[in-house]
């Protein structure tokens, strides 16, 4: 399959792993927003949040507990953080592989444009 993602997680492109799980893989995003910015994937392809069913949705529970261990070993746990999916064009998806990004070690404006 011709997923950026996928052929990340298989190693076949390289990144800057921070955490790995038998279901999860997450890495540094090669154009950091904040001083930390971590994309945290499933190993199994899923093309996006429309893409969940009820097969395949815990990934997302498995995800987010990934998620609480890496804000702690990126130093961001007490701080805070914020954790984003984008779906669809008009969500601003760019790789059509489920993905959260996770962004922190700085004060985060909101509402996001
Ligand atoms: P999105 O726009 O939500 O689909 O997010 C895709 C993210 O993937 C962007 O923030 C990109 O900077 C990031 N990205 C693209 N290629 C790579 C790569 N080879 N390694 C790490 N991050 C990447
Ligand atoms: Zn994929």
């Known amino acids: 399959m011709d997923c950026l993602f996928c052929k ?23 154009s950091p927003e904040a001083p930390t910015h ?24 498995d995800i987010f507990l990934a998620a609480k261990e890496i804000a702690a070993l990126e130093g961001i746990a007490e701080g805070g953080y914020r954790i984003v999916n984008n779906c669809g064009e008009d969500g601003g998806q760019t790789v059509k592989h ?12 909101w509402p996001p444009g």
């Open 38 to 61: 971590v994309l945290i994937v499933p190993k199994e392809h899923i093309a996006s949040a429309n893409d969940l069913t009820a097969e395949n949705a815990s990934v997302v529970s």
């Open 98 to 109: 489920l993905h959260f990004h996770m962004l922190g070690g700085r004060s985060l404006a």
């Open 8 to 30: 990340i997680i298989a190693g076949e492109i390289p990144s800057a792993k921070v955490y790995e799980n038998d279901k999860v893989y997450a890495f540094r995003d090669i």
